[in-house]
């Protein structure tokens, strides 16, 4: 059932666990984190970046695709599909495409320009039923080669980006996107507490969920993180399962050579960790 993000992340909050993002980008990962979520009776969001949209075809592919496949797979969880680190243009693009939620990033703008897009973001998307995401300091990651420590959001301009009537706020503790280097800090939880304070019960987001150890995601949960995105560590994991069916030689055996055969290995390694993923959230029967 494709729903906005708004209900389930509310619920989410109200009943300590977190709901995942888990970004697809084809056929075969749509499927497996659908059949997952269906599987655990548990909530998901489907995130689609624009460059996953390109390469999928485009946003009413994304859209079409899912759609379709809630249907033939009968899956009955509530399922968004979201766009994950919009520019204005894109979040425009996908409102009138059919996505259910949007991840607007105004994050690299100065607070008031962030401030003034988000809102007008949240009213087109808030007319057509869509859920909006916002963000507020930025969340670091690899760059060129270059590793930057996640930037910590300010309590006050969380305050000021959750007043313009977002539906949940992404929000810098140290987070990273891609795998995080052996010094890593670890999240901010003085910030994340702050920001919490600061925000009023808005169900919070936590990007860069790959890596992150499980007393962390605990902890971060208890103090308001509702949604919590993760990408890289399916990456991985579906890397290294095709690349061993490969070395492996399987590709040679018989009909191993169909491209079904030589996805299935990660597509099976994508299920085993969305599955982590989704108890570790505790989004278990949470439907
Ligand atoms: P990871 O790739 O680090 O899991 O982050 C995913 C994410 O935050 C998408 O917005």
């Known amino acids: 059932m494709l729903v906005n993000a708004t ?3 509310k619920k989410a909050r109200d009943g300590k666990y977190a709901v995942g993002q888990f970004n697809i980008n084809n056929l075969e990962w749509t499927k497996a984190i659908l059949e997952v979520a269906e599987e655990l009776q548990s ?14 075809g485009g946003f009413k592919t994304v859209v079409a695709l899912v759609g379709a496949m809630i249907e033939d797979l009968k899956i009955t969880v509530p399922v968004a599909t979201h766009l994950d680190h919009g520019t204005y243009n894109d979040s425009i693009a996908c409102i009138e495409a059919g996505f259910s939620s949007i991840m607007y990033d105004g994050s690299k703008l100065p607070i ?3 401030l003034a897009k988000t809102a007008e973001i949240v009213k087109l998307a808030h007319a057509k039923g869509i859920s909006v995401e916002a963000e507020v300091g930025s969340i670091g990651g690899e760059e060129d080669g270059v590793v930057g420590s996640g930037e910590i959001a300010d309590a006050d301009e969380c305050k000021r980006l959750a007043e313009t009537g977002i539906d949940f706020l992404a929000a810098g503790i140290g987070n990273i996107h891609g795998v995080y280097p052996a010094n890593w800090q670890g999240l901010n939880f003085e910030a994340l507490e702050a920001i919490n304070n600061a925000t009023g019960g808005i169900p919070l987001v936590l990007h860069g969920g790959s890596g992150i150890p499980e007393d962390m995601i ?7 993180v509702s949604k919590i995105n993760v990408n890289t560590e399916k990456q991985l994991v579906f890397a290294a399962a095709v690349r061993k069916y490969i070395e492996d030689g399987k590709d040679k055996e018989g009909k191993g050579f169909d ?4 996805l299935a290995p990660g597509v099976e390694a994508i299920k085993v960790t969305v599955r982590e993923k989704i108890e570790l959230f505790g ?4 439907v």
Do not use: F
């Not at 605990?218 to 308001?224: A, C, Q, Y």
């Open 259 to 262: 491209p079904r055969k030589i």
């Open 7 to 9: 209900e389930m992340l």
């Open 112 to 114: 008031d320009e962030n």
């Open 43 to 56: 909530p998901v969001i489907l995130g689609v970046s624009a460059g996953a949209a390109k390469y999928m």
């Open 283 to 286: 989004s278990t029967n949470k």
């Open 218 to 224: 605990k902890r971060s949960i208890s103090l308001g």
